[in-house]
């Protein structure tokens, strides 16, 4: 987990998310930084010398994003297990409803973890998106 507050994990999490977000997607600065970041749980994945790999976050309204893996790195798993590590830490928060607004050329990574699309596409930051959500786990039989 970082916490936005400390200079090290704030500086870390920026970067990453201004190299794919800002640099790669073309997400202006302004909206790609906000007033959640303040609020919400972060996951940053180092490499073992500290180097910059990925991120996530878990909102308090129960929404994930930032999801971002440098370039790189993509497609060796990180994005798996950032995506495994937040719903364990959206879980144990007990959200009513579990979601986040998956861009559309992203949604395929979204369906293997369970999030089913709802509603039409819509444009945030420039960018297609799509509102997936997590069904609840079925209540276990006594
Ligand atoms: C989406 C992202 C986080 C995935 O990270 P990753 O480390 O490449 O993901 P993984 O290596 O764990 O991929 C797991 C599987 O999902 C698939 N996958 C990854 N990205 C995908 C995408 N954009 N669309 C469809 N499938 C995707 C992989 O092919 C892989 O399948 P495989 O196991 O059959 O090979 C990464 O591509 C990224 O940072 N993209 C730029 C930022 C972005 O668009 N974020 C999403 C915002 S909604």
Known sequence: MA???APDDRQALTAIRRKVFVEEQQVPEEEEMDAFDETSVHLLALSS????????????????GRMAVLREFRGSGIGSLLMTAALTQAKGQNFETVFLHAQCHAE??????????????????GIAHVRMTLPASPMPLS
């Open 3 to 5: 916490h936005w507050k």
């Open 49 to 64: 010398d500290s180097g910059l790999i990925g991120c996530a976050r878990i909102m308090p309204t129960g929404q994930i």
């Open 108 to 125: 395929a990574f979204y369906t293997r973890f369970g999030f089913i699309a709802c509603g039409d596409v819509f444009d945030e930051a």
